[in-house]
C-alpha cells in the first residue's frame, strides 16, 4: 500500500482561491500525492464576499478518520489549515493519533487571525484551541497575530525589531514544535517577508521582498503548500521558505499586474512551473551514503517497518512480520549489526527524500546483501540498479568474488528483480529463527 500520501485538512471555499483549492494543486505540482479532508463547504471565502454559504463538516470528520483506521491508512505529512468549528481542533488533534507513523511530520498553520483580528467566524476560545493543536505540531506558520493570539501577548503592527521578532519566536519553543516559520514580517517600511527557525537545528533566517500594498486573500494557504511541498521534497527549510516567498509574491505581482479583482485569490497557477523548477532543482540527485548516525539508523527502521508489512503480507504472517522486524529491524538491531556485526547500512536519497536503504555484511562466503529496498515511488528509475554498482565496488574492494542474499521462496517479484542484476538461485535454505518461525529462502549469487 502506498503510504506516501500528505493530507492537507482545510475548508473547500469554492470559489476564491485559498485553502483546499490552493493546497491541492500546489503540493500535486511537486510530484506528491495529496489527499484531502474537507473542514467546510463554502461557496466563497469570508474575506470580501457577502453571502456566502457555510456548511460545516465537523459531523464527517471522526466517521472518516475511523473509515481511514479501518483501511490502515497512515499519512507521511499532514497539513491542517483553516477549521470549520471549534469542536474540530481536538478531532484533528485525534486524527494526528490515528494515522500517523514514527516519522510522519505535521504542518499546522493556525489559520484565525490577521492583521491583529481574530476572523469573525472564530470565538474568543479559538487562540487557546489552536495552541493545543500546534503542541502537536512539527511546523507552524502562524502571521504574528495568530502567534501573539497564541501566547496570549498582545499583537502591535510592524515594522518590528529583530530582538522583538527572535523573541516572539523564542516564546514558540514552548509548543514544542521543531519549526517555527512566521509569516508577513517587516523589519522596514516596504520589506515584508517571512522568518525561520529550526530549534533542532539551530538554522534560522529570513527571506525579505519588496512589499505590495494591498491585502491579498489566500496569500498565507498559497505560501503554506509551497512550503509543506518544498519540505516534503526533501529541500531544506531554508530552500522550502525561499520557494515558498518567490512563489506568493510572483503570484500576488501577477495579480496586481492584471488588474484582476484580487478577493478572487492570487494568480499563482502560472507560476507553478517556476516553482517546479525551484523544488526540482534543489531537490534531485540520488545519493547512496553509508549512514550509522541515530536519526538515519531510525529511519531505516521506521522504513523497514512500512516496507515489510507491504511486501511481506502474503507471504508471512503478520506475526511473523512484527517477530522478523523486532529481531533484526529495530533500530536497536540495526544499532548493533552496525555496532559490532559488521554490517553497513547504505542510505539512498532522491535529493533529501529518502528513496531506499540496503544493508551488507562481508564474510567468508562473499559479501552478504542483507537487506535492499527501493520505496515504491522510487521504482523504475534505474536506483537499484545503482546501488548493484555500488555494491559490486564494494565487494571489489573488499576482496570478495561474490554477492549473496537470501529472498523468501515466494517472493517471486525480488527474485525476477535480482535475476535481471546477474544474480542466479544457488540452493534453498530452510532456517528456524526462533519462537516456532521459519524463513523458507533461496540463497541467490551474483559473480562479480
Ligand atoms: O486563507 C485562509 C482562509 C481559508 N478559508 C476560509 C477563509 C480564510 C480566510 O479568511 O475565510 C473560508
Redesign the pocket.
Known sequence: MNQERILAVH?I?CVGR??LTVALPIISSVGLECSVLPTAV?ST???GFKGFTYRDLTEDMVPIDQHWMSLGLRFRAFYT??LGSFEQIDIVCRLFDDLSREDTTIYVDP?MADAGKL?SVFGPDFPAGMRRLCEKADVIMPNLTELSLMLGEEWVPGPYTHEYVDSMIEKARAFGVKKVVLTGISFEEGTVGAVYRDFETGESGEVMRPEVPGYF??T??VFGSALVGACESGLPLSQAVEAAVNLTVSSILRTVGSGADVKYGVDFEPGLREYIREVGASASGVTIEPVSDEASLRAIASLASTVWNEAFADMISKEQIDYMLAKYQSYEAISEQVSSKGYTYLLVRDGNRLAGYCGYAPDDRGLFLSKIYILEEFRHRGLAGKVFAVLRDTAKALGKDCIYLTVNRGNSGAIAVYEHEGFEIAESVDTPIGNGFEMNDHVMVMRV
Do not use: R
Request: glycine share 24%.
Open positions: 475548508d471555499s485559498c485553502s463554502l471565502h469570508t474575506g489549515g483553516f489559520v476572523y486573500h489566500g498565507g494557504d
